[in-house]
């Protein structure tokens, strides 16, 4: 059991990469910037950081300074997307949570960066990509 919960922890963080994220310090310091790294040991490096003060763009933590992560930027929502993959593709498609990724009839890849793929269903899918992230910017 505890392997699958260390597994579970492992693709949060994973997912967090690259997204705008607060972290504050256990010295209650708080550095705002992209995720762009962490390690097994959780330590981080941040990039764009704001809020530390002048000619500061990275910032490496080192774990046993850390307090929390924050996310600050909604999430792309791959399990809605999915779900409305589905009912055009009806059992074929599945979501790859290891990858960030949505994989219809075993050939076109769906990530939040766009769509992937060969054959007649890529335009169809893509249409659905694109209406889903039209309405998830509203």
Do not use: C, H, W
């Amino acid at each position: 059991m505890s392997s699958i919960i260390y597994k579970k922890f492992n693709n949060e963080i994973v997912s967090m990469i690259g997204r705008k994220v607060v972290v504050e310090t256990s010295e209650g310091k708080n550095y705002e910037g992209d995720l762009v790294g962490v390690d097994g040991s959780l330590n981080v490096i941040l990039d764009n950081v704001s809020g530390v003060g002048e000619n500061v763009y990275k910032v490496v933590l080192n774990r046993d300074f850390l307090k929390e992560i924050r996310l600050v930027e909604k999430p792309f929502d791959l399990k809605a997307l999915a779900e409305r993959l589905n009912r055009v593709f009806p059992g074929l498609v599945r979501i790859r949570e290891d990858i960030r990724s949505i994989i219809v009839m075993d050939k076109i890849k769906v990530t939040e960066q766009g769509v992937e793929g060969s054959g007649l269903a890529v335009e169809r899918v893509k249409s659905v990509y694109d209406e889903f992230v039209r309405e998830s910017k509203k």
